[in-house]
């Protein structure tokens, strides 16, 4: 924590916040492109969308790895190998000569994001006491939340005016820039390395998934991050197929519907001065039906437009602002003592959802039809699940 004494109360916040976006930008810079890539491999749409698919399942898993490395041997090396491996593989990914060359580096690209997550939030940990760690995590999730908004338009113009190959070279470029900042910045804030327990962290994590309520909410939070990635990935099909919209347009409308999850986080913070989060929540994941019941009867009909799109998806948009950080909210609330494992554990979750739903969809012959369907799914799921687990008391631990 001294060390970090050493940095200006900008630099230190702002690398951190700069290596969380690049994690970020990594699989939604993308998903414009996904159609460009299809087409580049001649392969099926499913095999491009098993970029996202296979991304995050690495991402999901190799967690448990480097959050046990962090600990043993230190938050700066695990990053800076993360960023290391990160940024080799951005280039292994922009010079893929086939489609499984591409497929093994993205997984490889996942495992550099994961050590950078773990160590980003350990360092935060490390030199914050409960209080400030909440105040930091809230300032990066603001910061990294526009990001939606800005990394499929810059994917979308890449794609249109390079190539697909040209988002890999920005995020190398990026986890370079980084690589560098943190060897001069970033210092070591772990001293008591021994401390680390394999047997402990397991028993930890066996006993959270043990308890019904926090694992239901885990997984309403995973239901509802399903259907972004769902929406990201299978949105650009239905524009090509449908509208023929090009990859620049479609970054700009996949877009469109970052505001309204910004207004529904908004919105959350203020409901919260009479609400509980638990009642929040509620409200959130039932909007999120809505939109989904919106998307779904919209495609039945046959009124589907690039407006009622980003229309229906918006309100889904407005209920995970509403939701998500409700639903940690309730899920942490009586893990006073593992909440470190707890968060993990919703986060593996969350990556999960989005795995599974990505693949669900990847499965269809038709994304285009299909996803409507895959939407309203999710926000079901969502809404069941939480309001399933409000039927279990909660284990309070000292």
Same mark, same amino acid.
């Given at each position: 924590?001294?060390?970090?004494?050493?940095?200006?109360?900008?630099?230190?916040?702002?690398?951190?916040?700069?290596?969380?976006?690049?994690?970020?930008?990594?699989?939604?810079?993308?998903?414009?492109?996904?159609?460009?890539?299809?087409?580049?491999?001649?392969?099926?749409?499913?095999?491009?969308?098993?970029?996202?698919?296979?991304?995050?399942?690495?991402?999901?898993?190799?967690?448990?790895?480097?959050?046990?490395?962090c600990d043993q041997i230190g938050r700066r090396p695990t990053l800076l190998g993360g960023?290391?491996?990160?940024?080799?593989?951005?280039?292994?990914?922009?010079?893929?000569?086939?489609?499984?060359?591409?497929?093994?580096?993205?997984?490889?690209?996942?495992?550099?994001? @994961?050590?950078?997550?773990?160590?980003?939030?350990?360092?935060?940990?490390?030199?914050?006491?409960?209080?400030?760690?909440?105040?930091?995590?809230?300032?990066?999730?603001?910061?990294?939340?526009?990001?939606?908004?800005?990394?499929?338009?810059?994917?979308?113009?890449?794609?249109?005016?390079?190539?697909?190959?040209?988002?890999?070279?920005?995020?190398?470029?990026?986890?370079? @820039?980084?690589?560098?900042?943190?060897?001069?910045?970033?210092?070591?804030?772990?001293?008591?390395?021994? $401390?680390?327990?394999?047997?402990?962290?397991?028993?930890?994590?066996?006993?959270?998934?043990?308890?019904?309520?926090?694992?239901?909410?885990?997984?309403?939070?995973?239901?509802?991050?399903?259907?972004?990635?769902?929406?990201?990935?299978?949105?650009?099909?239905?524009?090509?197929?449908?509208?023929?919209?090009?990859?620049?347009?479609?970054?700009?409308?996949?877009?469109? @519907?970052?505001?309204?999850?910004?207004?529904?986080?908004?919105?959350?913070?203020?409901?919260?001065k009479r609400l509980t989060p638990e009642r929040v929540a509620q409200i959130g994941t039932?909007?999120?039906?809505?939109?989904?019941?919106?998307?779904?009867a919209l495609a039945r009909g046959n009124l589907l437009s690039i407006s009622s799109i980003?229309?229906?998806?918006?309100?889904?948009?407005?209920?995970?602002?509403?939701?998500?950080?409700?639903?940690?909210?309730?899920?942490? $609330?009586?893990?006073?003592?593992?909440?470190?494992?707890?968060?993990?554990?919703?986060?593996?979750?969350?990556?999960?959802?989005?795995?599974?739903?990505?693949?669900?969809?990847?499965?269809?012959?038709?994304?285009?039809?299909?996803?409507?369907?895959?939407?309203?799914?999710?926000?079901?799921?969502?809404?069941?699940?939480?309001?399933?687990?409000?039927?279990?008391?909660?284990?309070?631990?000292?």
């Amino acid at each position: 924590m001294g060390d970090q004494s050493r940095l200006s109360r900008a630099v230190f916040p702002a690398l951190l916040a700069g290596t969380l976006s690049v994690v970020t930008m990594s699989t939604l810079l993308l998903t414009p492109s996904l159609p460009d890539i299809s087409k580049a491999f001649g392969t099926l749409p499913g095999n491009a969308q098993s970029l996202v698919t296979l991304y995050l399942l690495a991402f999901a898993i190799s967690q448990l790895v480097f959050g046990g490395t962090c600990d043993q041997i230190g938050r700066r090396p695990t990053l800076l190998g993360g960023l290391t491996l990160f940024g080799i593989a951005s280039v292994a990914c922009a010079f893929a000569p086939t489609m499984a060359f591409l497929q093994i580096a993205r997984i490889l690209q996942a495992c550099g994001a @994961s050590a950078i997550v773990v160590s980003v939030y350990a360092i935060l940990r490390d030199t914050n006491d409960a209080e400030g760690f909440a105040k930091a995590g809230s300032t990066l999730a603001i910061i990294t939340g526009s990001i939606p908004a800005i990394a499929p338009m810059i994917g979308g113009y890449l794609s249109k005016t390079v190539s697909w190959r040209g988002n890999f070279v920005i995020m190398a470029l990026l986890a370079t @820039s980084l690589l560098v900042l943190t060897r001069l910045y970033i210092r070591e804030t772990i001293h008591a390395k021994s $401390r680390f327990n394999f047997v402990t962290l397991f028993r930890n994590y066996a006993t959270l998934l043990m308890e019904p309520r926090f694992a239901v909410q885990a997984i309403a939070a995973g239901a509802v991050i399903g259907g972004l990635y769902a929406y990201n990935a299978g949105v650009p099909f239905m524009l090509t197929d449908l509208f023929g919209v090009d990859a620049t347009r479609v970054g700009f409308v996949t877009g469109l @519907s970052v505001p309204a999850f910004l207004a529904g986080s908004y919105l959350g913070r203020i409901a919260l001065k009479r609400l509980t989060p638990e009642r929040v929540a509620q409200i959130g994941t039932l909007t999120c039906v809505a939109g989904g019941l919106l998307f779904f009867a919209l495609a039945r009909g046959n009124l589907l437009s690039i407006s009622s799109i980003v229309l229906s998806f918006s309100l889904f948009a407005l209920g995970m602002g509403l939701s998500i950080p409700n639903i940690m909210a309730s899920a942490l $609330r009586f893990q006073q003592s593992s909440a470190g494992a707890g968060t993990a554990v919703l986060g593996l979750a969350q990556t999960f959802g989005g795995a599974l739903f990505t693949f669900l969809l990847s499965l269809t012959a038709s994304p285009t039809s299909n996803l409507p369907t895959l939407i309203c799914v999710c926000g079901f799921v969502a809404a069941s699940a939480f309001n399933v687990s409000l039927l279990f008391k909660g284990a309070k631990r000292p």
